[in-house]
């Protein structure tokens, strides 16, 4: 198995079975029974590299390889005896979902790059690959969405896919310290966020021009 390989999946279990826990966890905050842990792990492990797949067109990687089924339902198992002994179960998914945040836009952009996908469709699969998982747990499960925390979330993952794509653009690097590179730039950037609630600034609405004004402008008439 070559170096690039290796890397990838090694990331790509790690990202499914960190995502996959938290949607685990999510399902003990819910006091779900084991198959809907099984199905919220599932969903959430496999969801953003399904996404992927289908986009690029290529053969959706759990379907080729089964064993990252079998990580979604260990994690799930493991989560279903051990979730009771966390102190702030919503803190570990936050921080869980960042860890496999900052492996997915790795693997989703290094599997675009390899299949001759230019570096902005792998900046995009990166992104989409690392927060689609989260964005469908939330969404399924009727918890406040990670999107819609003030916090930095997909400006991580797209931090990540550039440094990534655009190392292995350069070719300064080999692989293996490109991807290292990446998941620490990513898990810094939403590690702080987290932290310290770094955020982007916001759009501030402004009030619309009134009735008056409109016609002043002449956009309305008295007729």
């Known amino acids: ?121 792998a900046i995009v699969t990166g992104i989409l690959t690392a927060a689609m998982g989260g964005v469908l747990r939330d969404m399924v499960a009727g918890e406040p969405s990670v999107l819609m925390r003030k916090e930095i979330y997909v400006t991580a993952a797209l931090a990540g896919s550039v440094v990534y794509t655009g190392s292995e653009a350069l070719g300064y690097f080999p692989h293996g310290v490109s991807a290292l590179i990446s998941v620490c730039v990513t898990l810094i950037i939403r590690g702080c966020a987290l932290q310290f609630g770094w955020s982007m600034p916001t759009y501030k609405s402004r009030p619309g021009r009134t009735e008056e004004e409109l016609k002043r402008d002449g956009i309305i008439n008295d007729e």
């Not at 759990?62 to 994690?75: I, K, N, P, R, S």
């Not at 002994?85 to 869980?96: D, N, P, Q």
């Open 1 to 121: 198995m070559s170096q690039v390989n290796s890397i990838e999946l090694w990331l790509n279990y790690a990202g499914v079975f960190l995502f996959a826990a938290t949607g685990a966890l999510v399902a003990s905050r819910r006091q779900l029974d084991i198959v809907a842990f099984i199905f919220l792990a599932s969903l959430t492990g496999i969801g953003g590299g399904t996404l992927r797949d289908l986009i690029l067109n290529t053969p959706v990687f759990w379907v080729v390889d089964t064993g990252y089924l079998v990580a979604c339902v260990t994690a799930a198992v493991c989560v279903y005896f051990t979730a009771h002994l966390l102190e702030s179960r919503y803190r570990a998914i936050l921080w869980l979902d960042a860890i496999g945040l900052a492996a997915y836009c790795v693997v989703g952009a290094e599997k675009s790059l390899a299949l001759g996908f230019s570096p902005s469709v």
